[in-house]
C-alpha cells in the first residue's frame, strides 16, 4: 500500500514516523507493507533523508493510481477541503487528523467516499491517541448512548490543572502553557472553547447519524474562569474542568461546551482526576453504563498513532464501513439548557436570603470573603436563570457532576 | 441473523434481554435482524414468555443451518468446550464469555474457527463491558504494545476499596461483598488471583500472537492484605490494587498477578483512583505512551453489551478475520521477577540499619508500632529478594506504581 502525507506538520511527520519505526509490526498486521510514497508540503526539507519523495503538487499524488491512501494533516479548511474532496473523487481514502474539517464537512465527504468506494476516517481528529471513534461506534453497538462527556483539549486542562494545583491566575497558567508549547501564541481556539466545540460536534453527529454544527452549541471557554472559581470548586470537593458534552434524547442531542465542576475528591466522578494535558471521555450506554477512555489527546505520535491505526484498518479490510458517517441533515440538536442538573451558585453573602427564598431548598457550602457558595437541588438550566435572575448579587454558576 | 444463546445464566439472559431491548438500534448497525431462536439450559423456565425457544439438546442448535452464531455463556470447561468445539466444526461463529475457557483452548479454538471459516470472539471475557481486545488489536495497531496492566476483577477491587475507605478488615470486607452479591461462596478464584490470572493470560496471548499459559504466571492474590498493609499505602500517597500486568520484550511476556501500591493522591496514576467494582485496564504503546479503559468490569448487563458487541461486529463484517488469535506456542513469557521497579518494604524497627545496609540508599517514609517502611531503589525483584534475605524482620514488600 502507498500512501501520500499532504502536510509535513507536528501530525504528517509523526505518521512518517510511525511508518518507519514501526514498519515491522505494522507490516505484520497489514499483511503487506506500507509505503510513504510521496510528502506534499509547500516549505522544503532539505536535509531529510527521504527528500526525494517530498512534492509540492498535489496533481501528482492524485494522478498517482499506485497511492490508496492521502493522509491529510494540513490542518485548516481551505486547501484541506479541496485536496480531500479531489482525492475522494479519485477513488483514494482519506485519513485524517483535522477536526474542523470533519466537523464542518464531514458529511459531505462520507457521501463522496460512498460513491467512490473509498473511505474518510478521522480517529485522530478526537482525543488524540485514545482510541474514541472505533469503541464508540463499533465496540459499544450493543448500547443506545446516553451521553458522551469528554474533557476534550489538553491545553484548557493544564491551564485549569496549573490553576488548582499551583494557584496560578488564568494569565500566568496560559503563559506557562505557552512556555511549554502546549498553547498557540494566538490560543482563541483552545481557551474560548472552538476546539472542543469541534470534537464534541464530531462526537455527536457520529453518535447520532446525523450533522451537528458548531453553530448549533452553546460554547463557553475558561477565560472567566477565576482563581476563586477555582478556590470554590475545591472547597465543595470538585476541580473545574471544560466539559464537551451531548446528550442524545428522541433523536437529537442536546450538546454544550462549559466549564463544570467535577467531583475530584471521595467517590470521584471518572473524569475528576484527569490532570495536566491528558484528555478523558466519559460514555454512558444504556447498557454499559459509565465507560471512560484516557490518554494523551495531543501530541506528535499519539496523533499520529490513531491515524496510522486508521491505516492498518484500511489496509486490513478495504471495503466501505459506513458505520462512522453521518448525513448532513439539519435541525438536529435541543437546547442543552433543557438538561436537568445540581449547580453549583456564588453570591455575594448579601444576596444569601434571596436565594434562600428563590430556591427553598438550598445546600450552602460555605461563606468566604463577603461571598457564599451553595448548591441548587437539581433541576434544568433554564429554571436555574429564571431564579437566578430574581437575586441581586449572582457572581458565577457552574453545573455539577458527580 | 439466528443466534442460540447456550447458558442462560446472568449474562446469558443478559444477552437475550439487549436484543429485545435494543433491538431497533441493534437492526439499523447490522442492516439485518438478530434473532435469538434457542436459548440452551438444562433448567426450566416455564414463566419464560418466549418458553418454547428454550432446550436441553445441544444437537437441535448444531444441526439448524439457520444458527448463524452461537453465544457461549455457560461458564466451566467440560461442557462449553465440547460444545464450542462442535459449534466451531460446524461452521458456527462462537461468541464467549468464558474466560476460562479462552484462557486455556483459545488457540485451538481459532484454529478450527479458522479451518471452518467461522471466528471465535471473547470481547467479554476481559473487563466486562469495557472495550478493551478490539480497541487493543486494531486501534492501537500503530504501537508496539510496551505493557498492559489491569484492576480486572471487581470483587477484589471492591474489598481492597473498604480495607482503604472504611477500614474494614479483609474477612469484613469479604463478607459484605459477598452479601451484596459481589463475591461468590466460595471466593478463592477472586481471591486469590486466578480469576485475573485468566484474563491477563488473555491479554498477553493477544498482544504476543502466542499463547501465555496461565501456568507460567506467578499469582498472588489479596488474602495476605492487613489493614496494615492498608494503612502503610494510604502513607505512602498509595492504595493497594491487585494488578494484573504483562511486559513485553523480545517477542516474550513477563507476566504477573500481585498486589500492588499504585500512587492515588497528586500526580496519581492512571489505575490510582479505579475503586469499587470498576476495572481499568492501562495500556502502554510505544507510540502513544499511557492509554486507559474504564468500566464496570462485571455485571449482566455490561457484560452481556459486549457479547452482543461482538454480534453485531460478526454480523456486519461476517468474514474471518485473525487479528484476535494466538498460536499454541510454548515457551512464550520471562520470568516478571526481573522487571525493575522501585518497591516499598516494610520491616521492623529493630531491622532497620540492617536495610540500610543492604540497599545504601533507601528512603524512610516513616516508624510506626514498632515498625519501618521504606522505599527502595529502582531494582528487579530479584534483586531485592537477595538483599531482603540478608534481613531479619521483614514483613511485606511491594512493587509501587506511579
Redesign the interface.
Known sequence: MKVAIIGYGVVGSGVYD?LK??RG??ER?CGQSVDVKYVLDIRDFPDHPEREIFVKDFDVVLSDPEVGIVVETMGGVRFAYDYTKRALEAGKTVITSNKELVARYGHEFFEIAERHGCRYLF?ASVGG???II??LA???????IESVTGIINGTTNYILTKMYRGGQSFDDALRKAQELGYAEKDPAADVDGADVCRKIAILASMVLGKRVDCADIPTKGIRGISTADVEWAERAGCSVKLLGRAVFRNGRAGVSVEPAMVQTAG??H?LG?I?DVYNGILVE????????????GA?K??T??????D???VV??PGH?G?FSWTGASDTTFDPAELESEFFVRVKETALPAAEKAFADIKLLAKKDGEAGFFTPVMSETEINKRLSEIDGVINKMRIYR
Chains 1, 2 share one sequence.
Open positions: 510511525i519505526e514501526n509490526g505494522i498486521r480517529e491517541g485514545i482510541p472505533r469503541p463499533r465496540c459499544l453497538a450493543a448500547n443506545e467517590n470521584a471518572p482526576n490532570w450506554g444504556n447498557m454499559v453504563g459509565r465507560v471512560m477512555f484516557y490518554g494523551r501530541g505520535l499519539p499520529a498513532s490513531a491515524v496510522v491505526g491505516i492498518v484498518d486490513r479490510q464501513s458505520e
